[in-house]
């Protein structure tokens, strides 16, 4: 397999959660390495999430011991203190730092990284309302890690708005879309960063309709990451 590090982007409710599960578990039978997922890169995130208390400590620490470049880690400062100063956009952060350092690490060890939200997805999530304009401190950040989003292989998982609204809206999780009364406005901000982020890295994407069944989106992601 060409690429170690594998992401899903696209609007929350569009599944990518749930194809990503697909994917692991297929490619557990067809390889020996290691199929490292979110949930083993972000165990301090949880306990940030449930003991807001800690979120500041976390963040410092992270930042302190992460390899992320010194450029990257003002620019997520400067980001934070911008847009406001609040749990989700510290914890969004310190996301970023945690999968900065594990896919620097999967380049060089025998893993493949899979994520149904990484870099990608949380440098979006910061702003969120926000729109990623070139040379804004998003955008800074972003060329800050050029070089280590452009190794990866993307899918970009699409669907309609009223299909992931739904889907939003009825769910369980709990998060700052599912309240919203502006959701549609919320995802057209959120595929719009998308759009731009990709249009500005040199990846491998792979684009896939999350409106046809999971067992073919499932046999589209794996023939294509397979190919040499």
């Known amino acids: 397999m060409k690429h170690r590090v594998i992401e899903f982007v696209g609007v929350p409710g569009c599944g990518k959660s749930t194809i990503t599960k697909h994917v692991v578990d297929k490619l ?23 003991q807001r208390w800690t979120i500041p ?12 470049g010194l450029k990257t880690k003002y620019n997520l400062l400067r980001f934070i203190c911008q847009y406001s100063i609040n749990s989700f956009s510290i914890i969004y952060a310190t996301y970023i730092l945690l999968f900065i350092d594990a896919v620097k690490k999967a380049q060089n060890h025998n893993m493949i990284i899979l994520l149904d939200e990484g870099i990608i997805q949380f440098l979006t999530s910061i702003p969120h309302e926000y729109t990623i304009i070139e040379g804004n401190v998003t955008d800074r950040i972003l060329n800050s890690i050029n070089e280590l989003l452009n190794a990866s292989c993307i899918i970009k998982c699409t669907i309609r708005d009223e ?57 589209v992601v794996i023939n294509e990451i397979l190919q040499k």
Not at 28 to 50: A, F, G, P, Q, T
Not at 187 to 201: F, Q
């Open 163 to 219: 299909i992931a609204i739904n889907r939003i809206r009825t769910r369980g999780k709990v998060d700052r879309f599912q309240y919203n009364e502006n959701l549609k406005k919320l995802l057209a901000v959120k595929g719009s960063n998308i759009t731009y982020i990709l249009s500005r890295i040199s990846c491998r994407i792979i684009n896939i309709n999350m409106e046809e069944t999971i067992e073919h989106n499932t046999e």
């Open 28 to 50: 557990k039978c067809l390889y020996k390495d290691d199929i490292i997922v979110r949930s083993d890169i972000s165990v301090h995130i949880n306990i940030m999430w449930k």
């Open 57 to 68: 400590f976390f963040f410092i620490y992270h930042t302190i011991i992460s390899k992320a």
